[in-house]
């Protein structure tokens, strides 16, 4: 029975609301009251309690126990959906998202299939397709399969002989580098008026003494000139090591051109290192040459130079060796070899066409004033150019594009005119070894031509023996051994000899003297670049000359 309160110590208790709707509520009896003895007894004998809640109904008991299951519910699917490996709780889809999602799963698919097939088939292009042996646009041999050997193959250059041949003999390769290069151009613009260096460019600094070569390097004295200028420069004479290594004949052929490029407003010329000790050793070769052949053959020189020595701008011009001097050393060497001075013959020419802006070789009008000092030293007839049919090209844009990548070069082209002779002759191209005859056109047609190789107009580049018989009926027989510079020389001689073989120290198989007899040579030219003839392509004319 619950405790009751005695009438006169407290107000009578309130009625509490019943929360329930569903019964409606009776009037609560009147408490009975009892003698105080008796709730005196009750209070002393039981604590005093605190008063009961009243218990909730049963809808109440439900609707409380609906709200916790709603949460428990609630907070498990979400706690699930919040460890890792559960999938999210897929809700129905309608139709049209289902149709969405079936269509995206689709194209990433196609996507996926299409890349991958891409991927295998220029994989199986670069392992299966042709690769090229030579570079036309860099005047070189590509790298060649390595050759096994157990010594090659524990030192490392067997597998790195392997990585060398397949990055530098990528099918289709020219036409990559011109698209990776046209994508290159996106990235930013070069004012034409700027001037950038490219490779290595740095200052050649002069030195008092002759130097002494070494396997290594080859110390230079050098008397820098301005461009166009032959006047030394008077700056305090500091000693400089300018490394320009002589290659082993085995390696691929020696390019033309240096490590260092400068481009300025549209022009790009190759910065030249030198070395006077290469150099006496190419004179020294030509004077061997001269002895074996003889008192009936006469031998000759001519190192042409390069744009460098007339186009650089004279605020550049420390960082260049001097071609002049270069080749003026060469020449002291000579004994019985006649030089021609090419440097001379050019330079009243310089406000003409002589030289490639884009190329690092001369034009054919430049090759041309270099054969007509030729002409005269050798004392033959020679044509004027109004003895000649000319030919243009346009957008002409060549190796010094292909190694620099500039915009520039590519945004501003030049023309490629050659000159045709009227004379009458006959071209016949032999292989390295000189068999395998086949009758060809001395200049080639060049339509279908790349524009970066227009120079291969003349015989159609380098690797062949090529034998011009003229009209010139003088009993003159000329042999020239040469780099490229020496191709565009050979349609301007058809008035002036006989007979013309062609050969390329680079790629020439048999023994020089021998051959110089066999045809029957009566004068022999060596015709090259500054580049050619003291640097690495020098060592070729020596073993051409004793294999």
């Known amino acids: 029975m619950p405790p009751v309160q005695e009438v006169?110590?407290?107000?009578?208790?309130?009625?509490?609301?019943?929360?329930?709707?569903?019964?409606?509520?009776?009037?609560?009896?009147?408490?009975?009251?009892?003698?105080?003895?008796?709730?005196?007894?009750?209070?002393?004998?039981?604590?005093?309690?605190?008063?009961q809640p009243v218990p909730p109904t049963e809808e109440e008991m439900a609707q409380q126990q609906h709200k916790k299951d709603v949460i428990e519910s609630v907070k498990g699917a979400v706690s699930e959906a919040e460890q890792p490996g559960n999938p999210p709780h897929k809700k129905r889809l309608t139709k049209r998202e289902y149709m969405q999602r079936k269509a995206q799963r689709f194209s990433k698919t196609i996507g996926v299939s299409l890349l991958s097939g891409v991927v295998v088939v220029v994989a199986v292009v670069l392992l299966l397709a042709p690769r090229s042996t030579i570079s036309y646009e860099e005047n070189r041999l590509l790298a060649e399969k390595p050759k096994f050997s157990l010594t090659s193959l524990l030192d490392g250059s067997y597998t790195s002989g392997w990585s060398e041949y397949y990055n530098d003999t990528v099918p289709f390769r020219s036409k990559l580098k011109k698209t990776i290069s046209a994508m290159m151009q996106w990235t930013g613009v070069q004012s034409e008026e700027d001037t950038v260096f490219f490779g290595n460019v740095s200052q050649v600094k002069k030195k008092t003494t002759t130097p002494v070569a070494t396997t290594e390097s080859v110390e230079t004295t050098v008397a820098v000139a301005?461009?166009?200028?032959?006047?030394?420069?008077?700056?305090?004479?500091?000693?400089?090591?300018?490394?320009?290594?002589?290659?082993?004949p085995n390696d691929e052929p020696a390019a033309e051109i240096g490590e260092g490029i400068i481009l300025d407003h549209k022009r790009a010329v190759c910065v030249y290192g030198g070395s006077f000790s290469v150099g006496q050793d190419y004179a020294e070769t030509l004077n061997a040459y001269q002895q074996d052949l003889g008192s009936d053959v006469q031998v000759y020189s001519l190192v042409a130079p390069t744009a460098v020595s007339y186009y650089l701008p004279e605020e550049y011009a420390n960082y260049t060796a001097s071609e002049t001097e270069n080749i003026d050393n060469i020449n002291s060497y000579l004994k019985d070899v006649k030089p021609v001075d090419v440097?001379?013959?050019?330079?009243p020419h310089t406000a003409e066409a002589i030289y490639a802006r884009t190329d690092?070789?001369?034009?054919?009008?430049?090759?041309?004033?270099?054969?007509?000092?030729?002409a005269k030293v050798a004392d033959v007839p020679f044509a004027s150019l109004s003895d000649y049919d000319t030919a243009t090209k346009k957008?002409?844009?060549?190796?010094?594009?292909?190694?620099?990548?500039?915009?520039?070069?590519?945004?501003?082209?030049?023309?490629?005119?050659y000159y045709i002779p009227k004379n009458k002759y006959k071209t016949t191209y032999y292989s390295t070894s000189f068999t395998d005859p086949t009758e060809g056109d001395l200049l080639m047609n060049l339509d279908g031509y790349d524009n970066s190789m227009y120079y291969l107009v003349f015989m159609g580049g380098d690797d062949k023996i090529t034998h011009v018989e003229t009209d010139c009926k003088n009993g003159r027989t000329l042999v020239i051994f040469k780099d490229s510079y020496g191709n565009a020389l050979v349609p301007c001689l058809t008035s002036s000899f006989e007979n013309i073989y062609v050969c390329d120290m680079r790629y020439f198989e048999l023994n020089a003297i021998d051959f110089c007899k066999q045809v029957g040579c009566t004068d022999l030219l060596f015709a090259m670049n500054t580049f050619s003839a003291t640097g690495g392509n020098e060592s070729y004319l020596e073993s051409n000359r004793v294999q």
């Open 360 to 374: 690092h070789h001369w034009l054919p009008l430049g090759a041309y004033y270099a054969a007509e000092a030729f």
């Open 395 to 417: 957008d002409y844009v060549g190796s010094m594009y292909t190694y620099t990548e500039s915009a520039v070069l590519l945004d501003n082209p030049e023309e490629f005119t």
């Open 8 to 51: 006169s110590a407290s107000p009578k208790p309130e009625k509490r609301p019943v929360i329930s709707h569903a019964r409606e509520e009776e009037p609560e009896p009147e408490p009975q009251l009892e003698s105080a003895a008796f709730y005196n007894r009750l209070f002393n004998d039981f604590p005093e309690q605190p008063e």
């Open 226 to 248: 301005a461009a166009g200028n032959d006047e030394t420069n008077t700056e305090p004479a500091v000693t400089t090591t300018v490394v320009t290594t002589t290659e082993d």
């Open 343 to 347: 440097y001379n013959a050019l330079k």
